[in-house]
């Protein structure tokens, strides 16, 4: 009986292993997802599809909680003209995308996603209006949602509220969850729990050894939001795990590029 419950361990760690090792090798994340060159809006299921079709190592989306306690996707505070956090999300559905669809909850947009294993998906947990205590609340139904689904290999985290990633941290303990704000050094963000930094690329410019001491300590880097080839081959060059763009073509086309170049 014993050696009959090692095997089920062992083939369920291989598995996950396996699962995981799917997802793409590159450092394309597409900001919101594929949609300028692509046409789509921003933070829609199109966007979405659009870059796991590309081929996207990530897709960044934005998440909210409504006056009825509903995730839902998008960027800004408003979804053409309703506030989000004081609308229901019945009201929100009488809004719509050009493209026709209606606003997106973190639940169908997980669930998407997790139709594959080659893109992952980068989850920002918005700072709510309403203050810190809306927040923590949005951030413990956001791990909760993800825990529910199963979707914890898909998902890493990103955040502007320092304390929403410590709380992110405290939930589950094995979850990527990387800093964006930019007022914290690689250290202080280690402390606290968080895998990675995510800042804006001027902070890298103006701190240039915050990427090699981030490393150092474990800590991956990204940058966002480079939209200019010159940006991208200074970031590539300093080894950075990734680059979030609204060009991801682009970036593939310059990797592609410096592949050649190398070969």
């Not at 090798?25 to 394309?28: A, G, H, I, R």
């Not at 408003?78 to 956090?85: N, P, R, S």
């Given at each position: 009986m014993k050696n009959h419950i090692f095997l089920a361990i062992?083939?369920?760690v291989a598995t996950s292993t396996q699962v995981m090792g799917q997802f793409n090798?590159?450092?394309?994340i597409a900001h919101r997802g594929a949609w300028k060159e692509a046409g789509n809006p921003q933070n829609s299921i199109a966007s979405l599809d659009a870059a796991i079709t590309l081929g996207c190592h990530g897709s960044e989306f934005d998440v909210h909680l409504t006056k009825d306690n509903i995730l839902v996707v998008n960027h800004d505070p408003?979804?053409?003209?309703?506030?989000?956090?004081t609308s229901t999300y019945k009201e929100l559905l009488k809004k719509e995308h050009p493209n026709g669809e209606k606003i997106p909850t973190a639940e169908a947009y997980l669930k998407e996603g997790m139709k594959q294993d080659k893109t992952k998906l980068i989850f920002e947990i918005k700072t709510a209006k309403a203050g810190k205590d809306q927040t923590l609340k949005l951030t413990k139904m956001s791990v909760d949602l993800v825990h529910k689904l199963g979707a914890q290999q898909w998902v890493e985290y990103i955040c502007f509220?320092?304390?929403a990633g410590k709380y992110v941290h405290e939930l589950d303990p094995n979850a990527q969850v990387a800093y964006l704000n930019g007022d914290k050094t690689p250290e202080e963000a280690k402390e606290a729990g968080y895998t990675g930094l995510d800042y804006h690329f001027s902070v890298y410019e103006k701190n240039p050894q915050w990427i090699k001491k981030a490393h150092h300590i474990g800590l991956s880097i990204n940058a966002w939001t480079v939209n200019s080839p010159e940006v991208m081959k200074n970031l590539l060059d300093q080894h950075v795990e990734y680059i979030t763009t609204n060009e991801p073509e682009?970036?593939?086309k310059l990797l592609a590029k410096r592949k050649k170049t190398e070969n």
């Open positions: 062992i083939i369920c090798k590159n450092v394309v408003e979804f053409y003209g309703l506030e989000i956090e509220d320092f304390d682009m970036l593939f």
